[in-house]
């Protein structure tokens, strides 16, 4: 691409005609407030008017994207483009091929490329695209025939084959229900390591808005800073990268939990209600037991977190998770995500998925089963053990470092040894006791103290997992070698009150309890 082709993709705004979106209101005066919005580029996006008219708005559509020194695509229409005289098109997989495009509209024409998969991506490169519109990010009413819903994790995965083919240049802006409440998290999750999107493409969020020129400025005001959930953590540059130091930090988390006495907001199943909440209060929290998700709005703004157990999932649970996944992530609060029974059926595999789409978790915490399956593998639980391991502590430890890089978060992955990473440390933790697995919610309640430990260390949420765990796993090991344990059924008390007795010693500066850690 020639380098006087500097094109700033950054708020790419496709228009809509329909009623819908448009309303009543008039297509050129919604551009030009969106322009005086912060706009950076525009593409005229018309389906069904005649020629006349789609020349005649476009041509006045290019008078004010010039006042404004930002370029005018027209979508599919080289006869529109050229008539008009602007600067580029925008083509599907289905419109016009690229070479002819490009013949017809010169080198200097800024042509985009629709690309939904790897391979629609990297043929689209080889031909010379300027950028590539990659989607659909999510589902969208605005245009339901896509391809197909490719997510932050479809898209990471176009720009770093992009990236490792050489076209690390070519521009790329994401598409498909991107606005002011997904901005974020979209920039922040699809980044892959060597190549991010240099832009979003939006329809709705600006063309339907009451006020476009608003609209477009929040959304650029959203694309300049750090997600909320995750602006302490980046700040925080000095994490300690070696397990000691880490170990040696646990003490403090568990003291500031004991000060502060957070809030764990707790969406769970229907067997550990009562053992959560009961783990909770002994870890220093305090629990509030919430499943209907327009409660979150108020609760999110406690200080304290969410837990989503889907445990027993129902249609209308998995629409409150949704809901109150989407209140936390705007508020800021940390949000644990336990897939219970994730691979057992189809209901719980597609509800990882529209969960994963709804909103950021800050931990994903499963067993092997579970975090292979919002992984992406397909594994068959029974229930929701996870049954025989077939991986060695290799693939374990790699699988979690990939999938908390994909999604940019806190990876757990419980078992006789447990693994967890934030894709740049990675630890593995061999405390614990055979016990646990003969008790129901063991896993369940783990999930709950690292809520609450999250809420109290954002700025290393790995630390917050690792102080969960460690907590949680030493007084399973203090219990089960008490004498009064004779099993399954002693044990669970004997376990609230070690989980209470580690707090208290911690407290009065007894850290005796963490020698044990391994
Ligand atoms: N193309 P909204 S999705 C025009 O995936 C278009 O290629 C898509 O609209 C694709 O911002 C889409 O309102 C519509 O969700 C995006
Ligand atoms: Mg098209």
């Known amino acids: 691409?020639?380098?006087?082709?500097?094109?700033?993709?950054?708020?790419?705004?496709?228009?809509?005609?329909?009623?819908?979106?448009?309303?009543?209101?008039?297509?050129?005066?919604?551009?030009?407030?969106?322009?005086?919005?912060?706009?950076?580029?525009?593409?005229?996006?018309?389906?069904?008017?005649?020629?006349?008219?789609?020349?005649?708005?476009?041509?006045?559509?290019?008078?004010?994207?010039?006042?404004?020194?930002v370029p005018l695509l027209i979508n599919d229409r080289i006869d529109v483009a050229l008539a008009v005289g602007c600067e580029g098109v925008h083509i599907g997989q289905d419109d016009i091929d690229f070479p002819t495009a490009r013949k017809l509209l010169g080198p200097d024409a800024i042509i985009g490329v629709t690309a939904s998969s790897i391979e629609e991506a990297l043929a689209a490169c080889k031909d010379g695209a300027d950028y590539l519109g990659v989607g659909t990010m999510f589902a969208t009413a605005t245009k339901t025939n896509t391809k197909?819903?490719?997510?932050?994790?479809?898209?990471?995965?176009?720009?770093?084959?992009?990236?490792?083919?050489?076209?690390?240049?070519?521009?790329?802006?994401?598409?498909?229900?991107?606005?002011?409440?997904?901005?974020?998290?979209v920039l922040y999750q699809a980044?892959?390591?060597?190549?991010?999107?240099?832009?979003?493409?939006?329809?709705?969020?600006?063309?339907?808005?009451?006020?476009?020129?608003?609209?477009?400025?929040?959304?650029?005001?959203?694309?300049?800073?750090?997600?909320?959930?995750?602006?302490?953590s980046i700040a925080n540059t000095n994490k300690a990268t070696d397990a000691q130091t880490l170990i040696g930090q646990v003490?403090?988390?568990?003291?500031?939990?004991?000060?502060?006495?957070?809030?764990s907001h707790n969406m769970t199943n229907l067997v550990v209600q009562n053992f959560s909440a009961n783990v909770a209060l002994a870890v220093g929290g305090s629990p509030i037991m919430a499943n209907y998700g327009a409660e979150a709005s108020d609760l999110s703004k406690l200080g304290g977190s969410l837990v989503i157990n889907m445990g027993t999932v129902t249609p209308d649970g998995l629409s409150n998770y949704a809901q109150a996944l989407k209140a936390y992530n705007l508020a800021g609060g940390p949000v644990v995500f336990d897939p219970v029974g994730a691979g057992a059926t189809a209901v719980r595999r597609n509800a990882v998925k529209t969960l994963l789409a709804a909103g950021y978790f800050d931990v994903i915490k499963g067993n092997e089963g579970e975090i292979k399956?919002?992984?992406?593998?397909?594994?068959?639980?029974?229930?929701?053990?996870?049954?025989?391991?077939?991986?060695?502590?290799?693939?374990?430890?790699?699988?979690?470092?990939?999938?908390?890089?994909?999604?940019?978060?806190?990876i757990v992955m419980t078992g006789a040894t447990d693994f967890i990473s934030d894709g740049v440390r990675t630890f593995a933790i061999s405390n614990?006791?055979?016990?646990?697995?003969?008790?129901?919610?063991?896993?369940?309640?783990?999930?709950?103290?690292?809520?609450?430990?999250?809420?109290?260390?954002?700025?290393?949420?790995?630390?917050?997992?690792?102080?969960?765990?460690?907590?949680?796993?030493?007084?399973?090991?203090?219990?089960?070698?008490?004498?009064?344990?004779?099993?399954?059924?002693?044990?669970?008390?004997?376990?609230?009150?070690?989980?209470?007795?580690?707090?208290?010693?911690?407290?009065?500066?007894?850290?005796?309890?963490?020698e044990r850690a391994k």
């Open 1 to 69: 691409m020639p380098d006087t082709k500097k094109v700033d993709y950054s708020l790419y705004l496709v228009t809509d005609s329909t009623p819908a979106i448009l309303g009543d209101k008039d297509i050129v005066k919604v551009v030009e407030a969106a322009l005086q919005g912060g706009v950076t580029i525009v593409q005229y996006r018309d389906k069904t008017s005649d020629t006349g008219d789609l020349i005649s708005t476009a041509k006045k559509l290019h008078s004010v994207t010039q006042k404004h020194r």
């Open 148 to 185: 197909g819903i490719i997510g932050t994790a479809g898209t990471k995965e176009i720009l770093g084959a992009m990236a490792a083919n050489g076209f690390g240049n070519v521009g790329t802006v994401s598409i498909g229900g991107i606005n002011a409440s997904t901005v974020q998290r």
């Open 191 to 232: 980044a892959h390591p060597t190549k991010h999107l240099d832009g979003v493409a939006i329809v709705s969020a600006i063309m339907a808005s009451p006020d476009p020129k608003k609209s477009a400025s929040e959304l650029l005001y959203l694309m300049d800073s750090p997600p909320p959930f995750v602006a302490a």
């Open 251 to 263: 003490g403090a988390v568990i003291n500031a939990v004991r000060e502060k006495t957070p809030l």
């Open 373 to 410: 399956t919002v992984f992406g593998s397909v594994v068959q639980q029974r229930g929701v053990d996870s049954g025989a391991s077939t991986s060695s502590d290799i693939e374990k430890a790699t699988l979690v470092r990939d999938l908390a890089i994909r999604e940019g978060n806190i």
């Open 432 to 514: 614990g006791h055979e016990l646990l697995g003969r008790i129901t919610g063991s896993g369940c309640v783990l999930g709950t103290t690292i809520s609450i430990m999250l809420a109290v260390s954002r700025e290393d949420k790995l630390l917050a997992a690792l102080a969960g765990l460690l907590h949680y796993e030493i007084a399973a090991e203090i219990a089960a070698e008490r004498e009064d344990v004779k099993g399954p059924g002693t044990f669970v008390p004997a376990l609230i009150d070690e989980l209470y007795n580690i707090q208290k010693a911690t407290a009065g500066g007894d850290l005796k309890w963490l």
